[in-house]
Structures are given as C-alpha cells and as structure tokens.
C-alpha cells in the first residue's frame, strides 16, 4: 500500500533528457514516420484518382522503411530509459493513427 506522495515503480517514468541520443534518434523517425505517412497518402490518392497504380511504390516503400525504424528506434525507450509499460500503447496507436507521431513527438520528446 502506498503513502500519500509516493509513486508506484510500474508508473514511474524517469525525466527525459531530450539530448539523449536515444530520444533525438526516435523524434527523428517519428517525424520521418509522420512525413511519409501524409506522402503515402497523397500518392494513394494520386493512384486513385488518376488510375496510376505505380505511383505508391516508392512512397510505399520509404514509408514501410520509416515504419521499421520507429518501431526499432522506439525499443530503447523502453530497454535504456525505462519507459513505463504503459506508454507502449501509446507509442504503437501513435504509429497507426494519421498524425498520431507528430502529436507523440510534440507532447512526449519535447
């Protein structure tokens, strides 16, 4: 049972430091992540609208490769700076959702 002020270890998140490599490499992919979801998005309506369907490719691509780099970039997060369980959730519906990196970069990173 815990005491008035203190905190559960399960929900302690340490201060960032946002000099820390492992944070700079994550906001970078997840700006990354951001910028080629948004290029996808473009380039599928493109193939839509005008029946190119060659003009996802390359940002289908660039885009899974960003993908990729969030996803492995984020686990030191977890492993070095012993981000709580439950932000795991957050940093994976971040990756899903149209905007959710930038908004995970603005409110988590900074």
């Known amino acids: 049972m815990m ?3 203190q905190r559960s270890m399960h929900n ?4 960032m430091s946002n000099t ?4 700079k490499r994550f906001r970078a992919f997840c ?8 290029i996808l998005i473009v380039a ?4 839509r609208t005008m029946d ?7 940002p289908g691509m660039f885009h899974g490769i960003c993908f990729m780099g969030y996803l492995v970039t984020a686990v030191p997060l977890f ?12 940093v994976v519906i971040a990756a899903i959702l149209p905007f959710g990196t930038f908004v995970l970069e603005r409110k988590w990173l900074r």
């Open 44 to 47: 599928m309506v493109v193939k």
């Open 31 to 38: 700006i990354a992540e951001g910028i080629s979801w948004l």
């Open 79 to 90: 492993t070095q700076l012993k981000w709580s369980v439950d932000r795991i959730y957050g």
């Open 12 to 15: 302690f998140v340490p201060p």
């Open 20 to 23: 820390s490599p492992v944070i």
């Open 3 to 5: 005491m008035n002020g």
């Open 52 to 58: 190119k369907p060659e003009a996802i490719f390359w």
